[in-house]
């Protein structure tokens, strides 16, 4: 196996290079079953990668506040692992793929012992019921959100309108909570634990930010902007593994064969992607493939990594020199 050593003028290079490639990329379609997510501007496109030693390479709109949607699910399935380990994840969720839509229904009924993995909405919902302290909405969503701040670095912004919007249209969402209290799988409150899934979604961030939550996972839960440690290590493979078996709905196997990172998006455009030991990166535009996925981000992750040989399957395992 050969080591070759890359540098962080190659890194931002290639960020560079990735985002002028991706940004006149045309397709998809802004997510429509959510009225405030169908009339974001679908040309926003931004690129952020961010080093364990806190050097940002930020490209296009990085400072813009998007939904940060199913990319909650990971920082809230950190959350549950920093208050009661890994292990409670696996036993009370489970970290399978469902190999359906993120929002299937289907999914639960053919595995009622488990939601499968927090990372889609069932398990999510679910994760969120876990949050500590338990009966307390207030001091849960200050946990949320406070563990959020904690891996970016800088703290994210509820959008009102989002949350209002994705409140009143969740029916899908209220058919999953219900069916899994039925199986047991719901750890607090139905509606609360909904209500905490549904703010979470609609918080704002920007891909700088979720850029900084990948590199606090890629380092091993050290925040590389603010330094602090924020989890133990022993949480970043095993939430890695769910992003990388899960992170891009039903199309994980193919988005991780052709790219080689693991990831997580989410229906606001966001993509956040971590290379484990090396960097965290992230991108956000607005239109969506048929799965869910930003077409753009996925397009701009996929040529950084490719450009540098930094697949996580790669035999080539580049070192960044400092
Ligand atoms: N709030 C959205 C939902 O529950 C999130 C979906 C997603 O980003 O996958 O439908």
């Not at 429509?32 to 679908?42: E, M, R």
Request: overall charge negative; charged content about 20%; proline content about 6%.
């Amino acid at each position: 196996m050969k080591n070759t050593i890359i540098t962080k003028d190659q890194i931002q290079a290639a960020a560079q290079a990735a985002y002028e490639k991706s940004k006149d990329i045309k397709g998809g379609v802004n997510a429509h079953y959510i009225p405030y997510l169908a009339n974001i501007n679908p040309d926003l496109f931004g690129l952020s990668v961010t080093l364990p030693d806190g050097t940002v390479y930020n490209y296009g709109d990085t400072e813009y506040k998007f939904g940060i949607e199913s990319v909650s699910k990971v920082p809230t399935a950190i959350l549950v692992m920093r208050q009661q380990g890994p292990e409670a994840v696996l036993k009370n969720i489970g970290a399978d793929a469902t190999g359906l839509p993120f929002n299937s229904i289907y999914a639960i009924l053919l595995e009622n012992d488990h939601p499968s993995t927090p990372l889609v909405n069932a398990g999510a919902i679910s994760a969120c019921s876990m949050v500590l302290p338990a009966g307390d909405s207030d001091a849960k969503w200050k946990a949320i959100t406070d563990n959020i701040t904690d891996l970016c670095g800088s703290a994210p912004e509820l959008i009102d309108e989002l949350y209002k919007s994705e409140s009143e249209t969740n029916f899908n969402n209220r058919a999953i909570s219900w069916l899994l209290k039925d199986y047991n799988r719901i750890y607090d409150d139905v509606p609360m634990s909904l209500d905490l899934y549904t703010r979470q979604c609609s918080l704002g961030i920007t891909a700088s930010q979720l850029s900084a939550m990948a590199a606090t996972i890629a380092s091993g839960g050290i925040n590389p902007l603010t330094k602090k440690r924020i989890f133990d290590e022993v949480i970043s493979p095993k939430i890695t593994s769910l992003i990388a078996t899960v992170g891009f709905y039903q199309h994980t196997g193919d988005w991780l064969y052709t790219s080689g990172i693991p990831a997580k998006s989410g229906v606001g455009g966001g993509v956040l992607g971590v290379l484990p030991g090396k960097l965290g990166i992230a991108a956000f535009a607005p239109p969506l493939d048929d799965a869910g996925n930003s077409v753009k981000a996925q397009a701009a992750v996929k040529a950084f990594v490719e450009k540098l040989h930094l697949g996580v399957f790669d035999t080539v395992n580049p070192v960044i020199q400092y």
